[in-house]
């Protein structure tokens, strides 16, 4: 671009910015109050070469680690945004990544059909979780993993239809929750670590026993993929989210239907409590993230911008 190019430019931009005043002068409608800006971000975490699957503090707050396609995770001073480490050693895209309990571990989810337990000091990897599928194509992608509340299992999701519990310290499989008949997308401990719910594209979500991998309970009524689910804080409920544009909440031990969140335009992609219980939060592909009653179902807040 040349100058005179560019100073005609910036002169275009400055009449557009009088133009409104000019306009008003003359007698025509006002125009709406400008929306006010977004707030700038507090820190931006730059490194990655691919997309990010996922991005999470750690247990005290001072550290994130986020997962990406790139094949990589990596782990970040949440005041200063420094890397303080790369955890490199997958051969596919890295899908998620969480601290554990203590936040002196991090596990990570790959689409090589792998989990890996690393030092969240060092980033040095310790433990590989192997075994989901036997290169079928596609059916071994991990989609998540992630730490029982007390750091001893794992549990990872895959798209081979099951999940699988883990133990944390020395990679032994302890059981594999098969039931699902489609790819498994989410699978969390209940808090107290005896219980597992997995969410499937299969449309409905199971609550398993960790110990022996039996079935506790079929949460069936969802009309799309079920993408997301979550324990209550006291273990009690189960809480789903969906491509069916809802959401809901389940008795967890006997599978009852308790309440339906509708409201959504599209897609509900991520659903968790509070840590009270007493509200929900979901977060949806239309641009919306809404909090609800969890007892009623009632909606409270819209939170939108995006």
Not at 9 to 19: E, I, N, P, S, Y
Not at 38 to 49: Q, S
Request: glycine share 10%; hydrophobic share 40%.
């Amino acid at each position: 671009m040349s100058w005179s190019n560019g100073r005609s430019a910036v002169a275009l931009c400055v009449m557009a910015l009088a133009a409104p005043a000019l306009v008003q002068a003359q007698g025509a409608p006002q125009l709406a109050p400008a929306q006010p800006a977004p707030p700038a971000p507090a820190l931006i975490l730059k490194g990655h070469t691919g997309d990010l699957a996922g991005a999470a503090f750690s247990p005290d707050g001072t550290k994130v680690v986020t997962a990406s396609s790139d094949k990589t995770a990596r782990i970040w001073d949440a005041k200063t945004g420094a890397q303080l480490a790369l955890l490199s050693g997958h051969a596919e895209s890295v899908r998620s990544a969480e601290f554990s309990p203590d936040g002196k571990l991090v596990v990570t989810a790959s689409r090589d059909g792998t989990a890996r337990i690393w030092d969240a000091g060092t980033g040095a990897p310790l433990l590989t979780l192997s075994g989901h599928g036997e290169m079928l194509e596609h059916g071994e992608m991990l989609e998540y993993a992630g730490f029982s509340s007390d750091g001893t299992g794992v549990v990872t999701a895959s798209r081979d239809t099951k999940a699988t519990v883990w133990n944390a310290n020395t990679g032994a499989a302890i059981a594999d929750l098969a039931g699902h008949k489609g790819p498994v997308m989410r699978a969390e401990f209940s808090p107290d670590g005896r219980q597992v719910v997995t969410a499937s594209s299969d449309k409905t979500a199971k609550v398993w026993d960790a110990a022996n991998g039996s079935t506790i309970a079929t949460l069936e009524g969802h009309t799309g993929m079920v993408l997301s689910a979550a324990f209550s804080p006291d273990g009690a409920r189960v809480a789903t989210a969906a491509s069916d544009k809802s959401a809901r909440i389940w008795d967890a031990q006997t599978g009852a239907l308790l309440s339906t969140l509708q409201g959504h335009d599209r897609a509900v992609t991520y659903i968790e409590f509070s840590p009270d219980g007493a509200r929900v939060l979901t977060a949806s592909t239309d641009k919306t993230a809404r909090v609800w009653d969890a007892k009623t179902g009632a909606p409270l807040v819209t939170l939108a911008g995006q």
